[in-house]
């Protein structure tokens, strides 16, 4: 029996013996709606620091492990550190990633910062992938920027299921790509590449679903019920991976790491890869000067401003590495 049968079979047996219970249980999604800016931990941060990193921290990052940790230096003045407590050694183990990862919290950063009418001054520190200290940066007060609409951030999100075969429009392809054509390439669905592309990431996806090691590495990040959910702020819920309802409920309250283990979720994970890569309107390839600490920062920046420019134009887009 696989994962989907398991899901609708029990289903309907839970909905019928089980609906005194239902009222006392897990039964609405922990989404990022439920995360707001205010905190009830004491800071000596201001209240634009406090925003300003809570948009920053809405960044992408494999297994949403947000690998990312601020040294406060002195007001407006801070150093982005690597969080080696987040690093995912079965799956990313030169920690590529997670420097890609950082470079879109960087994006945030600065996109944020114009929010609130700061420019950013940056220094990098890191000199490989496994350094601690990664960016030094400054705040500076300057009433002449454009104020970024910060909504695009609040909103982005990876949209896993039902994403439609459409080609896109060339004004959008135009728009996306930026002026970057040397980093930031289009592959349409009638090319040979996009079929290539297609067969070699279900060929990926499959052989890291088998891997005992990454499976772990993965359930390890995955949380379950929504106390894990609100307690750790991290990771994968089912709202983030479109469980939802009766689905979502069994999930939550009946699934653990265990699960993950089973040949039924890592055939469905396959399974769902195949979906995905069937039904895009087309493939955007992000690449990078070289493997330089510098560089991946760049891309990652890159990738991040290509997530948060989709929504407006009502693109769904799922990030695949």
């Known amino acids: 029996m696989n994962r989907k049968e398991f899901l609708g079979l029990t289903g309907g047996t839970i909905i019928i013996a089980g609906a005194t219970y239902y009222g006392f249980s897990d039964k609405s999604n922990f989404v990022r709606a439920d995360i707001g800016s205010d905190s009830q931990v004491k800071t000596q941060l201001t209240a634009d620091e406090q925003h300003i990193l809570y948009l920053s921290s809405l960044a992408p990052s494999g297994h949403n492990t947000q690998p990312w940790l601020i040294k406060y230096i002195e ?18 183990p030169m920690q590529r990633e997670t420097i890609l990862s950082i470079g879109a919290f960087i994006q945030n950063l600065e996109y944020a910062a114009h929010n609130r009418g700061y420019r950013c001054e940056f220094s990098l520190m890191a000199n490989t992938n496994q350094d601690e200290k990664v960016m030094d940066v400054k705040l500076i007060r300057s009433g002449n920027l454009f104020r970024y609409n910060s909504t695009s951030i609040l909103q982005r999100r990876t949209v896993r299921s039902n994403i439609l075969s459409e080609g896109l429009k060339a004004d959008d392809v135009h728009l996306l790509i930026d002026n970057e054509p040397d980093y930031v390439h289009f592959i349409q669905r009638t090319a040979k590449a996009y079929h290539y592309l297609n067969e070699q990431t279900i060929e990926a996806n499959r052989i890291q679903s088998y891997r005992n090691a990454a499976q ?24 983030s991976m479109e469980i939802e309802g009766i689905s979502g409920w069994i999930v939550r309250n009946f699934y653990g790491k265990s699960n993950v283990m089973g040949k039924s979720f890592r055939d469905q994970n396959i399974h769902q890869v195949e979906k995905q890569v069937a039904s895009s309107g087309g493939w955007f390839l992000l690449t990078s000067k070289d493997a330089s600490v510098a560089s991946l920062i760049e891309t990652g920046r890159r990738m991040q401003r290509l997530f948060l420019k989709v929504r407006d134009k009502n693109i769904a887009i799922h990030p695949m590495t």
């Open 75 to 92: 007001p407006l003045h801070w150093i982005i550190c690597n969080d080696k407590r987040k690093w995912l050694p079965a799956v990313d």
């Open 216 to 239: 772990k590495e993965l359930a390890n990040w995955i949380r379950f019920s929504n106390t894990d959910a609100e307690t750790y702020r991290d990771g994968l819920t089912t709202g």
